[in-house]
């Protein structure tokens, strides 16, 4: 099984940036997906999560109105769309997915499997 993370890069404030999680050795969309970011000398923390069916979705405050999260199950993949980025969203971003079938994963240990994480950097 792997997680493929792509898509970060260097934007400035306010850009934009979309980042893909694709999957193989597994069927993605038979798992929730979550995306978690750990910012320099910080602990990794929640982003946002998408059911198995894309029921349920949540975003951490600190992003909600400015990412999206989402499924492409053609490409079996998950992708976070990131827009109005703030310096502050720095970090490195990590895909995971979830055999949790029930509930909204949003702590780190209810994940089975990680991407390797891309680097995101929002300059001022």
């Known amino acids: 099984v792997q997680l493929q993370a792509s898509g970060g890069g260097l934007v400035q404030a306010g850009g934009s940036l979309r980042l893909s999680c694709a999957a193989s050795g597994i069927t993605l969309s038979s798992y929730a997906v979550g995306w978690f970011r750990q910012a320099p000398g910080q602990e990794r923390s929640f982003v946002a999560y998408i059911s198995r069916g894309s029921t349920r979705i949540k975003l951490a405050d600190s992003v909600k109105g400015r990412f999206a999260i989402y499924r492409d199950n053609a490409k079996n993949t998950a992708l976070l769309q990131m827009n109005s980025l703030k310096p502050e969203d720095t970090a490195v971003y990590y895909c995971?997915?979830?055999?949790?079938?029930?509930?909204?994963?949003?702590?780190?240990?209810?994940?089975?499997?990680w991407g390797q994480g891309t680097l995101v950097t929002v300059s001022s």
């Open positions: 995971a997915a979830s055999g949790l079938g029930f509930g909204v994963a949003v702590t780190a240990g209810h994940y089975d499997y």
